[in-house]
């Protein structure tokens, strides 16, 4: 699979060891599986501080392999962060903690691909990795479902055990000519999008003409890979992206830049292009599995005000994109409780539950504006101490994560409601 998650963090977490499968530079354990496949982790021993720690795999035969990263709900990373679905990515680059001994990396086993057959998560693009109908055979005869072929072309889904996946997709082209395949996506005007996909290519007649990849959105059906340039109007439709050159004949996990589409579209088609002119005397093969495009998550920016230590009080700021509007605010508190939360102009249902550490607001009607929160806490730390964690959502668009120190006056002295002072007395 390509890189379809890829995060970065500290921390630090052991495993007892396991036999099954032998030592590289520490301990590795087997903690489940997926599929038939042993999903485990690999102790890295280092000293000090370390920049990368690269992940080790294994498969069910023992064998140690290059691995590509996953979660499945068993790491935690800081700020609270876990996952509940399988991810894939190429490389997963962990930092330790200053002083650390010792630094943990998640690998990947051999994909299953029946088991996700949309590749990642939130996937704009249904059946990406092409298993949904994987028998071998010409499009026309046998395509996967949801994909459809450029016209008066006949790409080619493979069924193999050689590739990444069990079932990827050939397509052969040149500069102007060759074949390509559709989908019906719906892209958004002002909409940033990632766009990640495994590919390699094959050496046709021409071994100095590697192909790329390109990738098209319109509002119509292609019938050539240069439809889209011979048209004056972007409304008509408009290059996502291609890849660089393919010069690599084994699986590599591909990206291209992040765009944000211009206009509205409904259709993406793939392409396979290159620099030679003539399809019929130099045409070259690429092949393309795994293809992950969604949404690039824009997380509200903070805007806090000073903290009121005191009162153990602070006001703050969400400014979310118009485009993400908030449906919900889960929040923690570590260090201490909540006395009372309020936000506006946006207001929120659900309860707030005097001296509980945790809960939940909700928006009936999405927020899409700055959203203004007053927050008084209850420190419970000798420090006085405290953070507020908050878990923001943006309906199916997915959440982000915020947290907030604060800091607050712990007394020591309880004072009477009056004090009267005469010349050389308290009273």
Request: hydrophobic share 35%.
């Amino acid at each position: 699979m390509s890189i379809h998650d890829s995060y970065s963090s500290n921390f630090l977490l052991s495993f007892t060891s396991s036999s099954k499968y032998p030592e590289i530079d520490g301990e590795q354990s087997a903690i489940g599986t997926y599929g038939k496949k042993d999903i485990f982790f690999a102790t890295i021993d280092i000293s000090g501080s370390i920049d990368n720690v690269y992940a080790l795999g294994g498969t069910e035969d023992d064998e140690i392999t290059d691995a590509i990263v996953t979660f499945d709900g068993l790491i935690t990373l800081c700020g609270g962060f876990a996952s509940s679905d399988l991810y894939f990515g190429n490389l997963l680059k962990l930092s330790s903690a200053p002083g650390a001994t010792s630094a943990i990396i998640a690998s990947k086993f051999k994909f299953d691909p029946q088991k996700n057959p949309d590749v990642c998560d939130k996937n704009l693009v249904k059946n990406g990795g092409f298993e949904n109908r994987n028998l071998s055979g010409p499009f026309a005869t046998d395509f996967p479902k949801y994909w459809t072929a450029m016209a008066k072309t006949s790409p080619t889904i493979v069924s193999t055990k050689e590739g990444i996946a069990d079932v990827f997709m050939e397509l052969y082209g040149s500069l102007d000519k060759g074949e390509g395949i559709h989908q019906t996506i719906t892209f958004k005007k002002g909409i940033e999008y990632q766009i990640s996909f495994d590919a390699k290519y094959e050496k046709a007649s021409d071994d100095n003409a590697v192909p790329r990849i390109r990738f098209i959105a319109s509002n119509f059906l292609l019938s050539k890979t240069t439809d889209v340039i011979s048209k004056t109007s972007i409304d008509s439709g408009c290059i996502i992206g291609e890849s660089v050159k393919l010069s690599e004949i084994e699986w590599q996990p591909r990206s291209i830049p992040n765009w944000k589409a211009i206009n509205n579209y409904k259709y993406l088609t793939i392409v396979v292009t290159s620099d030679r002119i003539d399809v019929d005397s130099g045409y070259v093969i690429g092949l393309i599995d795994n293809i992950c495009i969604r949404e690039v998550i824009k997380c509200p920016t903070v805007t806090t005000a000073p903290v009121d230590k005191l009162c153990c009080s602070t006001n703050f700021t969400l400014n979310s994109d118009p485009l993400y509007p908030i449906t919900s605010i889960g929040y923690t508190i570590t260090g201490g409780t909540v006395k009372s939360m309020t936000t506006s102009p946006c207001i929120s249902t659900g309860s707030i539950s005097v001296g509980s550490s945790n809960g939940k607001l909700l928006f009936s009607t999405p927020c899409n504006k700055p959203l203004n929160v007053e927050f008084y806490g209850i420190p419970t730390s000798a420090s006085g101490n405290m953070a507020l964690n908050l878990d923001i959502a943006m309906g199916s668009k997915g959440t982000c994560m915020v947290s907030i120190p604060i800091s607050c006056a712990v007394p020591g002295i309880k004072f009477k409601d009056k004090v009267s002072v005469t010349p050389g007395h308290l009273k």
